[in-house]
């Protein structure tokens, strides 16, 4: 038997919820294999986790927003022979890394404590006190992190959550591990190898031009037809293939969530190429410098959309200073 560690760090929990989806393909896992550490699953404590001698293959998911979770991954790389940064989180971030885009932790700590939505209480600090005993909490970073950020990892496997046919491959990693049998090469992402407009089956205008932007919600989108061309940015260009359109299929732009394709560091800069090598292709020359600046502009958010899952791992991956 092989012994695996499933380790949610800053984690909603969705990627543990992929994982037990899996139904009887997890009867397979544990053919071969032993959950030696799994918190979702039972209830272990640090220390449990510090008493294990060593772990063969060990799934690390959410983001590192916490110096308790930092801890936790280096422990776990301590003890593993083969780590998986296992979803978005993991491998890049994730959405928890937009928090780069606040200048520090004090702003995050106002939105969480200090919004409309919430009594206007204590800020935790990292020593709180909760029923008359002092704690001591972890510390709140200012920045979010992927995995490869903090240590080395072996395999990736991006998503939000990652699916089935991944977590399937994932299991075949395991398998020929545990024959002895040859693994893939280090660095290996398990998804698709394309872009995801590769395998979209929407019509894609052999003149693809852009003249507007949408949101979702601003437009009813033609099933059948390409979003981009419908002025819905759909990350398809800038995003690996793999997840068999699950966003399109439902009749909703792709988000991003499988991270750059191969050969591609920067997902928002190869977006950003994408789209303005699109925009109002044909009255370049009549809108000028200051028309397409407007029409730029109609795109809420930017980088929250080009960077939805991959900021702490982008070229810039901070906002460095109010400007
Ligand atoms: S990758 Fe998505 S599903 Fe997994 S922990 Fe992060 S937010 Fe949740
Ligand atoms: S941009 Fe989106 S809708 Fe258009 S082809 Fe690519 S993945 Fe499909
Ligand atoms: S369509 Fe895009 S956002 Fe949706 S699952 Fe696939 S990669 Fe993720």
């Known amino acids: 038997m092989i012994r695996i560690a499933i380790a949610p760090l800053g984690s909603c929990s969705g990627c543990d919820v992929a994982i037990a989806d899996i139904g009887e393909d997890f009867a397979d896992l544990a053919k071969i294999a032993e959950i030696v550490y799994w918190p979702t699953g039972a209830d272990p404590k640090h220390e449990d986790l510090e008493a294990i001698d060593y772990i063969d293959i060990t799934l690390s998911h959410g983001s590192i927003r916490t110096s308790e979770q930092e801890e936790i991954l280096k422990l776990l790389r301590k003890k593993s022979k083969v780590m998986v940064a296992f979803g978005s989180c993991a491998c890049f971030g994730g959405i928890p890394g937009l928090v780069n885009l606040s200048p520090d932790r004090d702003e995050v700590m106002r939105t969480a404590y200090e919004s409309i939505s919430t009594d206007k209480g204590e800020w935790p600090s990292e020593r ?7 704690l001591t909490l972890p510390k709140l970073y200012n920045l979010g992190h992927s995995h490869d950020n903090l240590v080395d990892m072996d395999y990736y496997v991006p998503g939000c959550p990652p699916v089935e046919s ?3 491959d994932l299991i075949g990693v395991a398998v020929a591990y545990s024959k002895g049998e040859e693994l893939p090469p280090k660095g ?8 995801l407009c590769d395998e ?7 003149k693809m031009v852009i003249d507007g932007f949408y ?3 601003e437009k009813e989108a033609d099933p059948n037809l390409c979003f981009l061309a419908q002025g819905i940015i759909c990350m398809g260009p800038a995003t690996r293939s793999g997840c068999g359109t699950r966003c399109i299929n439902a009749n909703m732009p792709c988000r991003g969530c499988f991270g750059p394709p ?5 997902q928002g800069s190869k977006m950003l190429s994408a789209i303005t090598s699109l925009l109002a292709a044909d009255k370049e020359v009549e809108l000028g410098e200051e028309g397409l600046r407007e029409l730029l502009e ?4 930017p980088t929250g959309t080009f960077y939805r899952f991959t900021l702490p791992s982008a070229i810039i991956n901070r906002r460095l200073d109010d400007e």
């Open 128 to 134: 709180s006190k909760v029923d008359g005993k002092i």
């Open 188 to 195: 290996t992402v398990i998804a698709g190898t394309r872009a």
């Open 262 to 266: 191969p050969g591609i560091k920067d």
């Open 200 to 206: 979209c089956k929407r019509e894609k205008p052999e």
């Open 166 to 168: 991944q977590i399937r």
């Open 298 to 301: 109609r795109i809420a958010d």
């Open 215 to 217: 949101r979702p919600h």
